[in-house]
């Protein structure tokens, strides 16, 4: 008589509160490398001091004016990018083979969470096609409005800010790194690279957009929508 296959653990976020930036990412590395066909995924959310992080593809002249913050370079896909209080940050770490389902499905799942999230406060997030992330209108974040039309030749994110920024890496099909969303932060650090490598990229989050949620409130319903969307 064959023998049922054992379905993968549901996923649970992990709650890790304000965590060190190098500390943790040494420790998905370090899951990542280690886990095998029968590691359960793992899914962790935090915050982390204020730091910014380098993709492979980041350029130093992105970098402006980093002042007393640190600059960490990493293994992630993307360019630089800004970590610090009041960013939910989520680190889905997945094994996509068996989950059942490639890189540009994922990305798709991790952006839907997002966007998923942001409908649950009442906005409206886009994806702009080549620009990994969320963004949000900036004259109306609560229109439900498609984005139409070409995009500005000289500035394409005109009227667009960013509110959520992704970067990932897919090791023997498993991945680390994610997801961060701006729920109520200190937004000048942005100001001082060209966020993701686009200068004059406006970023916001959801406080400067009129929406008053805490950090525990945002951090617990992106990692629901990330639950349900990264399942197989």
């Known amino acids: ?50 730091v910014y992080t380098q993709g492979v593809a980041g350029k130093a002249d992105h970098v402006l004016a980093p002042g007393d913050i640190p600059v960490v370079q990493t293994d992630r896909g993307g360019q630089v990018t800004y970590h610090g209080p009041g960013q939910v940050v989520a680190y889905p770490l997945l094994d996509l083979r068996r989950a ?34 969320i963004y949000v209108r900036l004259d109306d974040p609560f229109s439900h409005a498609a984005l139409s039309g070409p995009l500005h030749p000289d500035d394409p994110f005109r009227g667009l800010g960013k509110i959520a920024a992704l970067g990932i890496k897919v090791s023997r099909h498993c991945t680390y790194h994610g997801v961060a969303l701006n729920v109520a932060m200190d937004l000048e650090p942005f100001e001082r690279i060209n966020p993701c490598g686009y ?31 990264l399942q197989p």
Do not use: N
């Open 1 to 50: 008589m064959a023998t049922a296959a054992v379905a993968a653990p549901s996923l649970e976020p992990s709650h890790l509160g304000r965590a060190d930036y190098l500390a943790t990412y040494a420790a998905m590395r370090e899951f990542t490398l280690g886990r095998t066909d029968a590691t359960p995924d793992a899914l962790w959310v935090c915050e982390h001091p204020p």
């Open 199 to 229: 200068s004059g990229l406006k970023t916001v989050d959801l406080s400067t957009i009129g929406v008053q949620a805490t950090w525990d409130e945002a951090a617990q319903v992106l990692g629901q929508k990330l639950t349900a969307f």
């Open 100 to 133: 059942g389902y490639y890189v540009k499905e994922y990305v798709f799942r991790i952006e839907e969470s997002v966007i998923r999230t942001l409908a649950h406060f009442g906005v409206t997030g886009h994806r702009v096609a080549g620009a990994p992330g």
